[in-house]
Structure formats: structure tokens, C-alpha cells
């Protein structure tokens, strides 16, 4: 193994990649909110100059060592940068999405003990609602962003074994659970998430990606990418003008977002393949992907052999299982197939109900063994504990693994439907036939029989003809309801909340 383990802390990892590579640019596509000292196209040293400043005012506002800082703003990088300035104080980032509701909020805060909460414009009336936080622990941006701090305060660290960070499960069932990781924990995933990185031959070109900031991936992500000293652009706006803007200026040689971000622009990688003929490298964050929508940028690129690479894994395990997709190897590919895992640091198996191993070909539960397991879920270890089975972690969802140890990703085990081996493989199928589809969903109506829910692509009419003869030997399905993909209930991620979903049909 090329990279071996050491402690992840934020900061720190932030400020040696900003002396190794004081001059690799970081290119932002709006105005920095909580930065507004940094310009548009920046770079790894004047950024970390920024956090330094920034912790220091942090400091002079009262946040200390060992505090909980909620960080429940805007999706944006600064989002990021807040939470290394966090870090540089030793207190404890809890990353946040913003869509969560004042009482999901006072929950958590609940459960974090008198924490501090940093907030922006998008999350004032949600702030302004919460009842369980004290007012002298809210920092709003816009009033603090501008200030300098009187004076630069020394950075302090917490143990490697202690909470260092917290980010939160998707919520897809409820409320989310805080997931504990300490810096010990974070290390082994950036050993995997930096072997992953070091594939690519060119070091130094520049990464635009589009993930929530606020999910467990993006802070390996960005710290492995910044030990190669790669170009960082992170993405608000996915519209065409800003992507062509964008591109066609700096032409970025990687790109990663959620899989249903990928298969939105996937029409806009069809009409104008252009945009994205820069690319070399695809990854889809933590899930699986149609083969339709990576054959799209597969064929926009402009390289030889472009990768396009699905990595599947869970905010408590970190990355897990993965494969390389190619031109060549699509056709021959059944995307519910995730791959293997990083020898000497992940691997899965499948389980029944009681965590025995299942044989080869019979489907279960879908376990992690991962080194990089979070600690725990705070304030709920019992929650936590429950999905543990020695040194493995049931993720929740339903698979099987074939002779040959790969892994087949079937569908969460909360939303299985009688009669139907794979919701996913099916929506798949639809998507690849259908370019007029933006999301094809199958949940369970009040009887419990296969419902789609279908979302049409812009300036898109839905073809009747085409959807019945797509069907014709496929499992029973509903005559399905359209509805605007906007509307559909997603987490921060953009994964659907199905059984959300499901509720709001019944009523």
C-alpha cells in the first residue's frame, strides 16, 4: 500500500498542501459569502491565509477548544472553508444541510449541547424559528464576514482519537443521526480516497465537482485532492452558461457529482458534448449511476480512454467498493454491479437478518468492513450499535454477491417491493431508454404495489407510446404520475426520500 495511515485534521492538512503548493488555484463560480477578502480565482495560499484570519476572529467571538460549532448555511465551499477554520481553533465542525427545518434543528442542537451555530441568508428564517439554541450562540455571516480579527491566535488540536468532526446521516427515514469521526477515522479514508487519486496520471490539472459540502465525502475529497496539489473548482451553479463559462476557460481534466446531477445534464452532454470534451475522469459521490448517463460523458470527452469511475459507500463507512467504466466495457456492464473493495482497507460482504454470511448468489443485507467506521452516531450509540455485527456494519441496504466477489446493489432494505428483485435495476433500465425522463422513481402505493414516479426533462413531453412498450416484460407496474423533478422530496445529497415520498401520495 503506497499511502500509509496518519491522522486527517483539517487544518492542518490544509495549511502543509498551502506550503507544498502555495500557487495551485482554487476557482470559484460566485462570490465567497463568508470570504469575501478571497477573488473569484484564488489559490491554496492566500485561502489558508483567509481561514487563519478567520479562526482568529471565530475566537474572538467566543468559540474555544472542544466547543460544537453547527455549521447550517448556504451549499457552498465556504461552508468547507468555515469548518477548517473550526478546526484550526480545536472545536468540533457538525456539517449541516440547510434544508433540514427549524424543528429537525432544535433536535440536533438538542443533542449537541448548547452548541454554536454559524448561519447565512439562506438559513435565517430556519434559524430565526429554532427555540432550542440561545441567541448569543448564533453568528450570522453577513455580520461577522467582513470583520478582521485584532489579532492572530495560535491554532490548537484536539487528541487523534477525539470527535473531531460530525457530519449526518441523508435522513431519508427520519430524522438524521449525527455521525461522529475522529481524526484517526478520517486517515484511513483518505488513504483510499488518495490511492484512488494518485490513478490519475496528470497531477496538478484542476477538479470541478458539484457535492454537498456538508457530506462525509467532500471533506476527503477535497483534502486528498489537495495533497497532489490538484486545481479545485468547485461548483454552485450547474446551468449551461456557467458550465461553458466555466469549462471552456479552464478546462477541467475531473468531474464529480451526485449520480441524478449527472443525469440531468446528461441531455446537455448530448446536444453539446463540447462542454464537457475536457474531461478525462468522471466520479458519481457515493451511489451508482445508469449506463446510459456515463456512456453520454464517456463520448463528450475528448481523451483516450476516459474513465468514468462509480465508487459505492455510506457516510459511516466512508468510500468502500469500487469500479472503472470505460467505452469498452459499458456494453458488457450490469450497472447494479458496484465492483470490489480496496484490499487491506474495505471490503463487503452479504448477511441475513441474524449477520450470518450468506453463500454467493443468495441476496441479503449488504455489510462494510471498513477502517475508516465512524465512531458513532453522538447522543445515540445505542442506534449506532444495532447496526453492528462484530467488525462489520449493516448498511441498510439489499444486494448479493456473485461467485467472483462482486458486489450487486439491489435497493434499500426499507424500500423492498414483493415481487420485484431491484427497484434501482428497473429505474435504470427506464432511464437509458427514455431521454425525455430526468428521474424515473418506484416506491409502493397504499397496497403496497409498484408505483413509478416519473420527473420529464426539460422542454421534454412525455411519450406514452415509448413508456408502454418499455414496460410490456418488465414486473407489474402503476400507470405512473408525473411530477416536476423539483418536486420531488430530496436529500442533500439529491437522493430521493422515498418513503417521504410515499407518505405525501397517501395523503
Not at 482568529?56 to 451549499?75: A, Q, T, W, Y
Not at 476527503?220 to 451553479?237: E, K, Q, R, W, Y
Request: glycine share 4%; proline share 5%.
Amino acid at each position: 500500500m503506497k499511502f500509509k495511515h496518519e491522522p486527517l485534521n483539517l487544518y492542518l492538512n490544509f495549511k502543509k498542501s498551502a506550503e507544498q503548493f502555495p500557487y495551485s488555484p482554487i476557482i470559484f463560480d460566485q462570490t465567497v459569502g463568508a470570504f469575501p477578502e478571497l477573488a473569484l480565482e484564488t489559490t491554496y495560499q492566500k485561502t489558508h491565509q483567509a481561514i487563519v484570519d478567520k479562526a482568529s476572529l471565530l475566537s474572538e467571538l467566543g468559540i474555544k477548544k472542544s466547543d460544537k460549532v453547527i455549521i447550517f448555511k448556504s451549499s457552498a465551499f465556504d461552508t468547507y472553508l468555515l469548518a477548517v477554520a473550526v478546526s484550526y481553533l480545536g472545536a468540533v465542525p457538525a456539517m449541516i444541510s440547510y434544508h433540514l427545518p427549524a424543528e429537525t434543528m432544535d433536535i440536533l442542537a438538542g443533542r449537541l449541547d448548547d452548541p454554536w451555530l454559524i448561519y447565512d441568508q439562506v438559513t435565517d428564517q430556519t434559524v430565526t424559528e429554532m427555540k432550542n439554541l440561545k441567541n448569543s450562540k448564533k453568528l450570522s455571516v453577513s455580520k461577522f464576514a467582513s470583520q478582521k480579527p485584532s489579532h492572530l491566535v495560535d491554532s490548537q488540536q484536539l487528541d487523534n482519537d477525539e470527535i473531531a468532526y460530525l457530519t449526518h446521516t441523508s435522513g431519508t427515514t427520519g430524522v438524521p443521526k449525527l455521525i461522529a469521526h475522529s481524526a484517526n477515522s478520517m486517515g484511513w479514508r483518505w488513504v483510499l480516497q488518495r490511492t484512488v487519486m494518485d490513478w490519475m496520471p496528470d497531477k496538478k490539472e484542476i477538479l470541478a465537482f458539484h457535492i454537498s459540502p456538508v457530506h462525509s465525502r467532500f471533506n476527503i475529497g477535497v483534502s486528498s485532492a489537495m495533497t497532489f496539489g490538484f486545481g479545485l473548482m468547485p461548483l454552485n451553479d450547474l446551468s449551461r452558461i456557467n458550465l461553458v463559462n466555466l469549462f471552456s476557460k479552464h478546462q477541467p481534466y475531473a468531474f464529480e457529482t451526485h449520480p441524478n446531477d449527472f443525469v440531468r445534464l446528461a441531455n446537455l452532454a448530448k446536444q453539446e458534448p463540447e462542454i464537457f470534451s475536457s474531461i478525462r475522469y468522471l466520479h458519481s459521490t457515493f451511489d451508482a449511476i445508469n449506463k446510459e448517463t456515463m456512456h453520454t460523458f464517456l463520448s463528450a470527452s475528448k481523451h483516450d480512454n476516459p474513465v468514468f469511475l462509480q465508487i459505492y459507500g455510506q457516510s459511516e463507512c466512508g468510500p468502500m467498493i469500487w469500479k472503472k467504466h470505460r467505452l469498452s466495457t459499458l456494453a458488457d456492464t450490469d450497472a447494479r454491479e458496484m465492483g470490489i473493495g480496496m484490499p487491506g482497507l474495505s471490503k463487503a460482504r452479504i448477511a441475513d437478518e441474524n449477520g450470518n454470511e450468506c453463500p454467493a448468489g443468495i441476496p441479503g443485507r449488504i455489510h462494510f468492513l471498513s477502517k475508516g467506521r465512524a465512531l458513532t452516531y453522538y447522543k445515540e450509540e445505542d442506534r449506532f450499535n444495532k447496526e453492528v455485527y462484530g467488525d462489520w456494519w449493516d448498511t441498510g441496504d439489499w444486494g448479493l454477491m456473485n461467485e467472483e466477489g462482486n458486489l450487486f446493489l439491489h435497493d434499500r432494505q426499507v424500500d423492498l417491493i414483493d415481487k420485484i428483485e431491484s427497484n434501482l435495476a428497473i429505474e435504470d433500465l427506464l432511464l437509458d431508454q427514455h431521454d425525455f425522463l430526468d428521474e424515473v422513481v418506484i416506491i409502493r402505493d397504499k397496497s403496497g404495489k409498484p408505483q413509478p414516479i416519473l420527473a420529464l426533462a426539460d422542454n421534454a413531453e412525455m411519450d406514452w407510446s415509448a413508456w408502454w412498450a418499455s414496460i410490456v416484460d418488465l414486473p407489474f407496474l402503476n400507470e405512473p404520475i408525473l411530477m416536476a423533478y423539483d418536486e420531488i422530496p430530496r436529500t442533500a445529497t439529491m437522493k430521493v426520500q422515498r418513503l417521504a415520498l410515499e407518505r405525501d401520495l397517501a395523503k
